[in-house]
């Protein structure tokens, strides 16, 4: 299992990026697709997840804000971050749950700044 985050970069409060993240070594459309955070000296933090059906989640900070999607056709997730704020910045990491065992990749960093 493999996944390759990118897009991450700084941008100002209410900027936009667009995260991407590449997949191989499974079976990328049999499984749910997750994105995590880690702020600056704090814990890991989940952001989203979509299902292998396209069904979406949010947690409440972001939600209105970020889109997650796939790509099955590339075997590539996604995360189109809008309205940005300095408290999403962080490391973004995706994540796949494969056969019991959590993947993640080595993540893409965000930050949001004036």
């Known amino acids: 299992v493999q996944l390759v985050e990118s897009g991450g970069g700084m941008v100002q409060p209410g900027g936009s990026l667009r995260l991407s993240c590449a997949a191989s070594?499974?079976?990328?459309?049999?499984?749910?697709m997750t994105w995590v955070r880690q702020a600056p000296g704090k814990g890991p933090e989940w952001v989203s997840a979509?299902?292998?059906?396209?069904?979406?989640f949010y947690t409440d900070s972001v939600r209105g804000r970020f889109t997650i999607s796939r790509d099955n056709a590339k075997n590539t997730l996604n995360l189109q971050m809008n309205s940005l704020k300095p408290e999403d910045t962080a490391v973004y990491y995706c994540?796949?749950?494969?056969?019991?065992?959590?993947?993640w990749g080595k993540g893409t960093l965000v930050t949001v700044s004036s």
């Open positions: 979509i299902d292998t059906g396209g069904k979406t």
């Open positions: 070594g499974f079976t990328f459309t049999s499984y749910d």
């Open positions: 994540k796949v749950r494969f056969n019991g065992v959590d993947y």
